[in-house]
T-cell receptor, first 110, second 116 residues
């Protein structure tokens, strides 16, 4: 079945450094790749997304890249801040069915 | 973005009882809704796809007789956890998809179920 793998499971960075989270997906029909940030006890919040016809997208300190041939996509956070600390989930969507990665717990140390 | 409302946000129930969770799309019609379960420190696991006017499609390993899903209208899907047990304690969250070019999933607030 469909699968999304996400790495690393835990990431600790110093404030101001960059953080990179990588995901791979198996379903070639996936055409939409959202990234979610989830704070403790709260629902996931969409932070950025990318569609299969685009290779890269940037929104201020956050960027995503997509390599559809290799079925890889990545989240890049630059100039990290303590409030970026949360769990980040990548996801792959095909026909509205969204499959999530296992999540990455990001710690940003002040 | 679109708004999905989920109720209740927290519920505590006794073992053996049933609990109903509602998921409503407030400003759009959702022919398809999804139910996820999230155990502590784990990812969201898709339980089932709820289709308006037809039976839900359950993922492998999810008991359809235990997790009853009803999608009676274009704005409401319900998940009923029947004969709840402590191992059913989890964070349940729904999402609704909007048709068209945008296939973004909009999430409800989630329901934290505790079975005692």
């Amino acid at each position: 079945g469909e699968n999304v793998e996400q790495h690393p499971s835990t990431l600790s960075v110093q404030e101001g450094d960059s953080a990179v989270i990588k995901c791979t997906y198996s379903d070639s029909a996936s055409n939409y790749f959202p990234w979610y940030k989830q704070e403790l006890g709260k629902r996931p919040q969409l932070i950025i997304d990318i569609r299969s016809n685009v290779g890269e997208k940037k929104d201020q300190r956050i960027a995503v890249t997509l390599n559809k041939t290799a079925k890889h996509f990545s989240l890049h956070i630059t100039e990290t801040q303590p409030e970026d600390s949360a769990v980040y989930f990548c996801a792959a969507t095909g026909g509205f069915k969204t499959i999530f990665g296992a999540g990455t717990r990001l710690f940003v140390k002040a | 973005g679109a708004v999905v409302s989920q109720h209740p946000s927290r519920v505590i129930c006794k073992s053996g009882t049933s609990v109903k969770i509602e998921c409503r799309s407030l400003d759009f019609q959702a022919t398809t809704m999804f139910w996820y379960r999230q155990f502590p420190k784990q990812s969201l696991m898709l339980m089932a796809t709820s289709n308006e006017g037809s039976k839900a499609t359950y993922e492998q390993g999810v008991e359809k007789d235990k997790f009853l899903i009803n999608h009676a209208s274009l704005t409401l899907s319900t998940l009923t956890v029947t004969s709840a047990h402590p191992e059913d304690s989890s964070f349940y969250i729904c999402s609704a998809g909007a048709w068209g070019e945008d296939t973004e999933a909009f999430f409800g607030q989630g329901t934290r179920l505790t079975v005692v």
